[in-house]
């Protein structure tokens, strides 16, 4: 066998194949690559959790108000909390406790007939994985009709 064809026939064995280093090199970038759709997988679960956080105290505020705006113009329950919130009620769900206070306010208007209004409004607090405090503030007015 001449030098020659020898030297082709090694050309065409290292051809072949892959390298140790060349499959070394495509493990490192394959690592990072799933490196990086782990992170994101772990970020889509925490801001997963947040909105549906977001979304129960969205529906417990706007439950309470609901309930608020059924009761009588006179109930002890739409007195006028002097400017500040009540102090916080827990309300537990699944795996979270929202806190829910109320503020409402006597709004008298000077015209004709004394228009009355009561603005009521719903702060709802809780702590979230990523953040402590986070809250959301739900606010109505009602209008007093003429037969109350």
Request: cysteine-free.
């Amino acid at each position: 066998m001449s030098w020659q064809a020898s030297r082709k026939s090694m050309t065409a064995r290292q051809r072949a194949g892959l390298t140790l280093v060349e499959i070394m090199v495509a493990m490192v970038v394959l690592s990072f690559g799933l490196l990086g759709v782990a992170a994101m997988q772990v970020r889509a679960i925490t801001e997963g959790s947040g909105g549906r956080h977001l979304s129960d105290a969205s529906a417990i505020a706007r439950n309470r108000v609901e309930a608020l705006v059924r009761q009588d113009w006179a109930a002890g329950a739409l007195a006028d909390s002097g400017g500040a919130f009540t102090a916080p009620v827990n309300v537990a769900l699944l795996d979270q406790t929202y806190g829910q206070a109320e503020r409402i306010t006597d709004i008298v208007v000077p015209l004709p007939g004394t228009t009355q209004i009561k603005m009521i409004e719903v702060r709802i607090t809780w702590n979230d994985q990523k953040r402590l405090g986070r809250s959301v503030v739900l606010s109505s007015a009602r209008l007093r009709e003429p037969d109350e």
